[in-house]
């Protein structure tokens, strides 16, 4: 099955972010992806195909700072503006700076914190993907092929 390697952030690679699932576990595999009507929209419960792959772009020299370009558009997945809107509408500008933190390294588990607007990229039952403070709906894992 591709995707299904854990990405170790040692160098640039095309990956899917999982995010946890409704019971709040990464039983079931669901990644974030995005719309395929509206491409600058972002969806959750996606799976390991063209609309939910990004590319790494490791920034600042080390490997805790970087950006997600969609594979299939080009654009930056972002949390940007007042609103801490989640889109994938970026042209690589700060808005599209992500900090990973790694809370266990074993499992492979990260929360992405958003440069500028301080906000961590989460899934939420109901709202789907948005953004959060840094608990456990923002628990992230990364895959490669």
């Known amino acids: 099955m591709p995707y299904d390697k854990k990405y170790l952030w040692k160098v640039n690679n095309t990956v899917v972010i ?18 395929g009507d509206n491409h600058s ?25 970087v950006m997600f370009k969609s594979k299939k558009t080009g654009k930056y997945l972002r949390i940007h503006g007042d609103d801490h809107t989640v889109d994938v509408g970026g042209e690589g500008g700060p ?31 109901g709202k789907g993907i948005t953004f959060g403070a840094g608990g456990p709906k923002c628990a992230m894992k990364v895959w490669k092929d």
Do not use: M
């Open 95 to 125: 808005w599209c700076k992500f900090n990973v933190h790694h809370t266990d390294n074993e499992k492979g588990i990260v929360k992405l914190e958003a440069k500028k607007s301080g906000k961590y990229l989460a899934y939420k039952n």
């Open 41 to 65: 929209k972002v969806q959750h419960k996606g799976g390991r195909g063209d609309f939910a792959q990004w590319h790494v772009e490791k920034h600042g020299g080390n490997h805790s700072v």
């Open 18 to 35: 999982q995010h946890k699932g409704d019971g709040g576990g990464f039983q079931n595999f669901g990644s974030i992806r995005i719309n």
